[in-house]
């Protein structure tokens, strides 16, 4: 079974943010799937903006959007629900 674009997990950040860098290291060490976006690129600063978004990290599971979130504050688990459920 192929991975679903539609679950994968969508993480907007840049390299001088801590908790975006956080971000990317949790997601890597539990083998999680993510795209990430580099917002000081402009073609994704404007994909950003396009989303709604206003804050990093950003991070797009499906429908549910989550800004200026820190890693701490979703489990692995609940991400995990997230990318089942859509």
Known sequence: MGVDMGKN??????QNCG??????KKLE???IP???FDTENPENLAEFTL???TKIPALVIGENKFEGI??????????KK????E
């Open 9 to 14: 997990i969508l993480l907007f950040g840049k």
């Open 19 to 24: 908790l975006c860098q956080g971000w990317k």
């Open 29 to 31: 060490n539990f083998n």
């Open 34 to 36: 993510f795209t990430y």
């Open 51 to 53: 989303m709604g978004l």
């Open 70 to 79: 820190k890693p701490s504050d979703l489990s692995i688990d609940e991400i």
């Open 82 to 85: 997230m990318i089942e459920n």
